[in-house]
């Protein structure tokens, strides 16, 4: 089945280490995209990239660095620079810009991670 | 830019009770509108979507069409079950191709809604 798998589903950081969450899709999308949602809140946009080797930051890129180095994955690496990572992550894709109106985002199932 | 603008939660009704979720927005272009749900613990689903003015989105029984001259995508169903409790999403994305945004989505701050028996 296509889709897209985030990984792990939780994950424990102690003060001052760096983490990398993993994003894998098969859906043959070009875009993709990170998202940050605290708790009671929206999403926010961390970062995206429309194609591989390309990715701009989001709205509160801080913090966090991306790598596209190949269509279906777009880790994210959550760095010590982040002062408050604690938060539930979201991955998603899209065919990209180059698709009829109304394109839709698949989201992947989320990893929770936690600064210990 | 673009902004999406949801109604606060909780709401909290009871099984077959009418639900309206109120959503208006912002945006430069002509965007593209989508409800997405999310169930505890998960990511979001495409719950419908409406493309262009006084098109009507359903499934599942929600329905919301989009309103260009109030600018507005609210979400109704008619009965509402204990297994539509979760958080819901309004978003909008509207092409742009000027800084490779392409489709990204904007996002309302959610709604959580709880249906009790």
Request: hydrophobic share 30%.
């Amino acid at each position: 089945d296509g889709g897209i798998t985030q990984s792990p589903k939780y994950l424990f950081r102690k003060e001052g280490q760096n983490v990398t969450l993993s994003c894998e899709q098969n859906l043959n999308h070009d875009a993709m995209y990170w998202y940050r949602q605290d708790p009671g809140q929206g999403l926010r946009l961390i970062y995206y990239s429309q194609i591989v080797n390309d990715f701009q930051k989001g709205d509160i890129a801080e913090g966090y660095s991306v790598s596209r180095e190949k269509k279906e994955s777009f880790p994210l690496t959550v760095t010590s620079a982040q002062k408050n990572p604690t938060a539930f992550y979201l991955c998603a894709s899209s065919k990209g810009s180059r698709v009829p109106r109304g394109a839709e985002a698949f989201f992947g199932q989320g990893t929770r991670l936690t600064v210990v | 830019g673009d902004s999406v603008t949801q109604m606060e939660g909780p709401v909290t009704l009871s099984e077959e009770a009418f639900l309206t979720i109120n959503c208006t927005y912002t945006a430069t272009g002509y965007p593209s509108l989508f409800w997405y749900v999310q169930y505890p613990g998960e990511g979001l689903q495409l719950l419908l979507k409406a493309t262009k003015a006084d098109d009507k989105g359903s499934n599942k029984g929600f329905e919301a069409t989009y309103r260009k001259e109030t600018t507005s995508f609210h979400l109704e169903k008619g009965s509402v079950q204990v297994s539509d409790s979760a958080v819901y999403f309004c978003a909008l994305s509207t092409l742009n191709l000027y800084n490779n945004a392409g489709n990204m989505l904007t996002f309302g701050g959610g709604t959580r809604l709880m249906v009790k028996p």
